[in-house]
């Protein structure tokens, strides 16, 4: 069964930065590289909505109200995932999520909250104007 934890949310002004990372458990190496990962986010009143998502073997495909400004990335051999935000605004105020699911999500090019059966239990990200 695979687990995730969120951490590295926090209040933060406009224009500045946050590293959020998503620790993973439950899964070994073989099927961990095999996975679809996504990072998603819902803010107060909206609905949840994917911000990235990716594998092992493939480029990040990015929400288009945050490329340029987001980063993702997997460090594989520690099972743990990062979400870099930089120039954050205040419509990035929400829980952000991570997310997991088979690798064919992820090679289907379109993702979406009933794809992914596995999640973390969140970490708040505010951004204050």
């Known amino acids: 069964q695979v687990q995730l934890a969120e951490s590295g949310g926090g209040s933060v002004q406009a224009g500045g930065s946050l590293k959020l990372s998503c620790v993973v458990s439950g899964v070994s190496e073989y099927y961990y590289r095999n996975y679809c990962w996504a990072w998603f986010r819902q803010a107060p009143e909206n609905e949840r909505e994917w911000v990235v998502f990716y594998d092992a073997y493939s480029t990040p495909t990015f929400l288009d109200s945050v490329k340029g400004r987001f980063t993702a990335s997997g460090a594989y051999a520690e099972y743990e995932l990062y979400l870099r935000m930089e120039s954050l605004e205040p419509d990035d105020t929400a829980m952000y999520y991570c997310?997991?699911?088979?690798?064919?999500?992820?090679?289907?090019?379109?993702?979406?909250?009933?794809?992914?059966?596995?999640w973390g239990q969140g970490t708040q990200v505010t951004v204050s104007s």
């Open positions: 997310a997991a699911a088979d690798r064919g999500v992820c090679d289907s090019g379109h993702v979406a909250v009933a794809d992914f059966p596995y």
